[in-house]
């Protein structure tokens, strides 16, 4: 619901979901998350919580 509002409010404006590494790793590595990235043209932001950095962006 939110990209939608976003879409409509400000097309321009990229959005991107913020997940753990670990999330990352456990879902988006898998075969069913390869599919939902590309299904739903998601972009990624991969971070590491304990040093507080971006691990990957993923556009």
């Known amino acids: 619901m939110y990209r939608a509002v976003i879409h409509r409010l400000e097309p321009e404006r990229t959005l991107y979901l913020a ?10 590595e898998e075969p ?4 939902l990235i590309e299904a739903e ?17 993923i556009p």
């Open 32 to 35: 069913i998350g390869t599919l």
């Open 19 to 28: 997940v753990r590494d670990s999330v990352f790793t456990a879902l988006f």
């Open 41 to 57: 043209n998601l972009k990624l932001l991969i971070f590491n919580p304990e040093t507080e950095r971006i691990i990957q962006w």
